[in-house]
């Protein structure tokens, strides 16, 4: 059963089908069954859980009990409203401005990994994935979201305030320049 909750914990939405948990946990197709009906019997019978199996679809998913959906629903509407690090914002800007674009061509343009900044983007739905590269591994391509417009007072991306022009040698005052305007605006649209 740990096995099993630890797996579709990890899979989120996409969730799992019994075939899949048998060949993952190298389980037998009554065993898979007996611990996915335990665990769910354990989810139902316990009002301190916050979360439940259910099959959907062909696919087992762990979901959030719907005596919590207005505490959910506050969450949806009011997003924390934290201010964004340097690093999310750098990140921000560059898939603003190079959109589509995989996370690889992100952290070689900033020098750094970026996979923090991209997941607290997601988070706040400035960000998503909008498809897939042609290629080996077929990264994911990230690209701004509605929100993200909405968060800047934007009708579409290419209401962005031009770059300055590009040079060999970019000065690193205009860098700074470009960032510290992208966080009050950030910041302007945030209150």
């Not at 009708?155 to 031009?162: F, G, K």
């Amino acid at each position: 059963m740990s096995k099993i909750e630890s797996l579709l914990f990890v899979t989120g939405d996409e969730g799992l089908s019994c075939k899949q948990i048998e060949v993952l946990t190298e389980s037998s197709h009554s065993e898979v069954k007996d611990a996915l009906k335990n665990l769910q019997k354990e989810y139902v019978s316990s009002e301190n859980r916050g979360i439940e199996l259910k099959e959907l679809g062909g696919t087992y998913q762990l979901v959030s009990k719907k005596g919590n959906a207005d505490t959910i629903q506050r969450l949806v509407e009011n997003p924390i409203n934290q201010a964004l690090s340097q690093a999310s914002l750098e990140v921000l800007a560059i898939i603003a401005y190079k959109q589509p674009i995989t996370r690889i061509e992100i952290e070689d343009l900033r020098g750094v990994k970026s996979e923090r900044p991209l997941h607290t983007l997601s988070l706040k739905g400035l960000i998503q994935e909008v498809g897939r590269a042609e290629g080996t591994g077929r990264a994911i391509l990230y690209g701004t979201t509605k929100e993200f417009l909405n968060v800047f007072g934007l009708n579409e991306v290419s209401e962005l305030p031009p770059l300055p022009e590009s040079q060999e040698t970019q000065d690193d005052d205009q860098t700074d320049l470009f960032m510290t305007k992208f966080q009050e605006a950030f910041e302007e649209q945030s209150e």
